[in-house]
C-alpha cells in the first residue's frame, strides 16, 4: 500500500538553510523509490493556518518511505533545517 510524506512550509526562519537543503535534497533520493507528486506551485489552503509552500512525495511502501527519512543522506541534510513545521506520514 502506499505511503506518502507531507511536507509543509510554514514559515521560513532563515533562507539560507532553506537554499541549501534544496541543494541537497535530491541527493538524498537516489536509489529510493520516491514519486514526488506535488512540489510547490500554487495552492490554496481551505482549512487551517496559511502556509508558504507544500511537497506531497509518494513511497511504495510506510517501510521505504521511513527508510529514506530516517537515512543518514536525508537526515544529514534535514538536521541543519531550522525552516520549516510539520511532517505528516500517511499511508
Known amino acids: 500500500m502506499p505511503a506518502y510524506i507531507v511536507f509543509t512550509r510554514t514559515k521560513t526562519l532563515d533562507q539560507k538553510e532553506l ?4 541543494a ?3 541527493d538524498t533520493m537516489k536509489g529510493h523509490p520516491i514519486e514526488v507528486l506535488v512540489a ?5 489552503v481551505l482549512e487551517g493556518d496559511p502556509i508558504e509552500g507544500i511537497v506531497i512525495a509518494k ?3 510506510v517501510k521505504a518511505a521511513k527508510d529514506w527519512y ?7 541534510i534535514v538536521k541543519k533545517a531550522l525552516f ?6 500517511k499511508e
Open 59 to 61: 513511497f511504495p511502501t
Open 19 to 22: 537554499e541549501a537543503y534544496w
Open 40 to 44: 510547490y506551485g500554487n495552492h490554496e
Open 24 to 26: 541537497g535534497i535530491k
Open 70 to 76: 530516517y537515512g543518514q543522506a536525508y537526515q544529514s
Open 84 to 89: 520549516t513545521k510539520g511532517l505528516s506520514l
